[in-house]
């Protein structure tokens, strides 16, 4: 009777193993060799760190772990361990970059970003001290999480804990997103560019560029730099193909027109508004006390002094109806800033080196903002202040500005 019994059971046994195997149904798919349902529970994975994972004697090639250093499943390839996932955890910049750093994106907006310029302030003094990173950054790279290549364009601080640079990512929906830095390549070639991550983008190399003059301005052109010295203004050739009150399509979305600009000394020679940084409605808007009742707005130096001035008008009335400051904040002397306008649908704020110091209240726009002008304001002018332009650029802007949240640096071989 027990033999009879030991036989029966391992009869039940073989033929299990021959067929599928259900837990929690009783009726396996008969494609899958074991068939698990739960409602409360789930499968869990053996757990390891990388140091346990690399110490498995000849794994099995689709051997399945969930690596605890990583966060991430993994398989091994016979030649390689492989992390599960979309392709956003997969090794975009190839073999040949040996490290990269996830980078959280946050839009804290109701609505995506479309090809949207975000701003990181990302520490490359580590990495370069290190000799992990290319001392010139040529190495730096972006990737989305479908290893889509994303333009970059390193704006400032190389080899400090704040470089600042700019990453063009094609979608950003409300809540996070991630984004990829790689770099550890020594022999890559530098591909960072401007043109590819800014809607617009001037720097003066040789020549006014995509600018024209507007009366008879005196100014020269040395090192990429515009050297304004008195005279007319300079306008765009060719209106903006977008307007820079509603540059994304909706009603929710503007621009940021920046320019990096130096200011010469104010004198009694050179005493009228100047340096000016003006979004306008027309190519040739400027006009005193708008009395041409363009959409417009003023960024620029006061008469005979270093304060920063802000008129603005929404095309509306033939006056600067919407806001005046005589001044916004006061400027110094041979000192290069960074001057930002944020203009939105309803509402425009003035900004240096990255720092809102004045703004508009809530208002609407009559028409759009198509063009930029430099110089003085109405292209007449005779004795304005000296002024330097480096670069002018438009790039997208929202009512609330993405954050960028850096993780720890990763290694391929501890998560590819």
Request: glycine share 8%; with cysteine; charged share 10%.
């Amino acid at each position: 009777m027990v033999l009879r019994v030991i036989i029966g059971s391992l009869h039940l046994v073989l033929f299990g193993w021959a067929q599928s195997i259900g837990i929690g149904t009783p009726t396996p798919d008969p494609s899958a060799r074991l068939h698990i349902e739960d409602t409360q529970r789930g499968l869990l994975i053996p757990r390891l760190t990388t140091t346990q994972r690399n110490a498995i004697p000849n794994p099995a090639t689709g051997l399945l772990i969930y690596n605890t250093d990583c966060n991430r499943f993994q398989y091994w390839t016979g030649s390689t361990w492989v992390s599960l996932a979309l392709q956003a955890s997969s090794w975009c910049a190839g073999s040949s970059w040996g490290y990269r750093v996830p980078i959280t994106l946050n839009n804290p907006n109701s609505f995506p970003l479309q090809n949207f310029q975000v701003m990181l302030l990302l520490d490359t003094q580590t990495p370069i001290a290190a000799g992990k990173m290319q001392s010139s950054g040529a190495d730096i790279r972006f990737y989305d999480a479908n290893c889509t290549p994303l333009p970059h364009w390193i704006e400032s601080g190389l080899n400090t804990p704040t470089t600042r640079l700019f990453v063009k990512v094609p979608l950003l929906n409300p809540g996070s997103t991630t984004i990829y830095l790689f770099y550890g390549n020594p022999a890559a070639a530098n591909t960072a560019s401007p043109t590819l991550v800014f809607d617009f983008w001037e720097d003066f190399n040789g020549s006014l560029g995509q600018f024209q003059t507007w009366g008879a301005p005196a100014y020269t052109i040395t090192g990429g730099v515009l050297s304004y010295t008195g005279g007319g203004s300079f306008t765009l050739t060719t209106a903006l193909p977008y307007a820079l009150n509603n540059s994304l399509g909706t009603n929710t979305a503007g621009a940021f027109l920046e320019a990096r600009v130096r200011y010469g000394p104010p004198s009694s020679g050179a005493n009228t508004y100047s340096g000016v940084l003006e979004a306008n409605s027309a190519q040739t808007g400027g006009c005193s006390n708008n009395a041409c009742g363009q959409a417009v707005i003023h960024y620029m130096r006061e008469v005979n002094s270093q304060n920063i001035g802000v008129w603005v008008g929404n095309g509306a009335a033939a006056s600067y109806n919407i806001y005046y400051n005589s001044n916004c904040w006061t400027s110094a002397d041979n000192t290069w800033y960074i001057l930002g306008q944020k203009v939105l649908p309803a509402q425009a704020f003035f900004l240096r080196d990255y720092t809102s110091m004045c703004n508009t209240a809530t208002f609407g726009w009559a028409r759009d903002l198509r063009w930029i002008i430099l110089g003085h304001f109405d292209g007449f002018n005779t004795n304005s202040q000296d002024t330097e332009y480096d670069w002018v650029r438009v790039r997208k802007a929202a009512p609330a500005d993405p954050t960028a949240t850096p993780l720890p640096e990763e290694t391929p071989s501890a998560c590819n």
